[in-house]
Structures are given as C-alpha cells and as structure tokens.
C-alpha cells in the first residue's frame, strides 16, 4: 500500500508524529512517506509557520493568542488562500499518487480535503491523525469529510464532539510514537542514588506556560 503522510512544522510536535508513524508503517509493510504539505503547496503559508514557530520559541503568550484566533477564525473557512494553492495541490497529488493521504496537522486539513472534493477520478482514502491532546484544540482538527479519525486521548474525542465527530468514524488509539521510546533501557547513572518517586512533567503551548 502506498501511504503519503502529509504534515507542516506547526510546532514540531506534528513533524515528530509524522516520522515516528512513518517509521511504523514501513515496519509493517507499506511504502510510505512524509511530505511537508505547506512547503510544497503553499510558500506564503510556510512563511507564516516560520514565523508562529518563532514567536512560540520566544513568548507562549503568543500560543495563547494563536489558539483564540483557531476558534474564531477555523482553518477549513479560509477558502480564499486553500484557492491560491489549489492547483500546488493537484500537482503534488499527481507525483505521489498516493492510496491513502494521512494529515496530521490541522492547518491542512481543509485545503487537502477541499482539493479532493473538485479531483475528478479515483480519490485516496483520507486519514486525521490528531495530535493535540484536547480542550482548547482547534477545532480544524476534524473534517467530516475524512475517512476516518485517529485521537491521542479521550479528552480530544470529547471536545471534538462538540464540532460533529459524534457521527463520523474515529477512535482513541493514543499518540504516534518513535519504536525506541518504547523499549526497555536501564535508568541513566545520575538517576540510580535517587531515592523516592519520580515526575516528569512535559508540556506544549499553553501547557509548558502554565508549568
């Protein structure tokens, strides 16, 4: 099966996802790879997450301005842009025919989906991978128009709802992660005369914030 994983470096955290996915579909079989959708499809877009990833390296107050413009402004509604990039689209469909398109950052969801809508021909199936983890997601992340939805957590599936993924086929099936991260490894030596539980606290845009 051939599987284009489609993504942009909206934070790193989707890019991270796409490799390790990619890393677990080749171990299974298909033939897959990971496309930088806004990159190929869309420069003025790719300026734009050059400079969100900047201003997140510098002030997490900015995520939080972004996340309130995500909810009044969701990505699927700016079909002006999705147009500019519309025939970029096309062309890249057409190079890497893929059967299966994965998208797995919700700034592309609805310019992929709306492409697919005007395809003449055969259509790929399309997958979402979400990989915020949930309330106060945008709600871009679902498209009724997908085939099917994948959810790291219970709390996405529930904020989702709210935006109609009640009726749509989808599941929790957790996050996308590297084989390695799974696998059995000793505790460092600086770690091994600590006494007494351990924490790790790990968080993103608002969640690192308030840490």
């Known amino acids: 099966m051939k599987i284009s994983i489609f993504t942009m470096n909206g934070g790193h955290g989707t890019i991270s996802a796409s490799l390790a996915l990619r890393k677990y579909l080749r171990s299974r079989g298909a033939e897959c790879s990971v496309v930088d959708f806004m990159k190929e499809t869309n420069p003025l877009g790719n300026v734009l997450a050059e400079i969100y990833n900047s201003l997140l390296r510098r002030d997490l107050r900015f995520a939080s301005l972004y996340m309130e413009l995500a909810h009044r402004l969701p990505f699927n509604d700016f079909e002006p842009a999705n147009a500019l990039s519309r025939n970029r689209i096309l062309r890249l469909l057409e190079k890497v025919r893929p059967e299966v398109v994965v998208l797995i ?8 989906l709306q492409t697919l809508r005007r ?62 991260v799974q696998a059995p490894s000793s505790s460092p030596e600086y770690l091994q005369d600590i006494k007494g539980p351990l924490c790790t606290v790990l968080g993103g845009r608002e969640g690192g914030h308030n840490s």
């Open 119 to 180: 395809k003449g021909g055969e259509k790929p199936k399309v997958y979402t991978v979400v990989v915020d983890l949930g309330r106060g997601m945008t709600p871009s992340w679902f498209n009724p128009e997908a085939d099917f939805t994948s959810l790291p957590t219970r709390q996405a599936r529930d904020f989702l709802k709210r935006f109609g993924l009640s009726d749509h086929a989808a599941a929790v099936m957790g996050m996308p992660l590297m084989p390695e």
């Open 105 to 112: 950052c919700p700034w592309i969801i609805g310019p992929v």
